[in-house]
């Protein structure tokens, strides 16, 4: 397995034997799981927003709870928080499924607001992650 970091964006942990995902489809992604490290199903990628103006990935909308998609949460996880698994066609992202339980989400009808920089700052400060921006 080799590990692809670009300092931008999501890790990507590929089989050295063959191709690696260097450019795809954002539809390819969504409907992937999201898994922690031990495992545990967090999620599934609803969307994959764009940041048009800068031309990069913003976050990734992960969808989780609920029932054939009633009542489902959802959370923006910042790109570069997240590890695409090729082999097992997953993400991986390193937080406990406990975690998810009072983590700031929304619903499918109430978005963040996409100007706000400090939904921005926060979402990035309670992921620990590099905002996409600097």
């Keep these: 397995m080799a590990d692809i970091t670009s300092g931008?964006?999501?890790r990507i942990d590929i089989n050295a034997s063959g191709p690696g995902p260097r450019l795809m489809t954002a539809d390819t992604l969504t409907g992937d799981k999201v898994v922690n490290r031990q495992g545990e199903t967090l999620g599934t990628i609803d969307h994959i927003m764009l940041d048009v103006p800068r031309g990069r990935i913003a976050y990734a909308?992960?969808?989780s709870g609920g029932f054939l998609g009633l009542g489902d949460k959802l959370f923006a996880i910042p790109w570069s928080?997240?590890?695409l698994d090729t082999e097992r066609k997953c993400f991986i992202l390193d937080a406990d499924k406990e975690?998810?339980?009072s983590a700031p989400g929304f619903d499918k009808d109430?978005?963040?607001a996409e100007a706000d920089m400090s939904w921005?700052?926060?979402l990035h400060s309670?992921?620990?992650s590099r905002p996409y921006w600097e």
Excluded: D, I, N
């Design 8 to 10: 931008e964006g999501a």
């Design 61 to 63: 909308v992960m969808s």
């Design 81 to 83: 928080a997240l590890t």
């Design 99 to 101: 975690f998810f339980k």
């Design 110 to 112: 109430h978005w963040p």
């Design 120 to 122: 921005h700052q926060a």
């Design 126 to 128: 309670t992921y620990r």
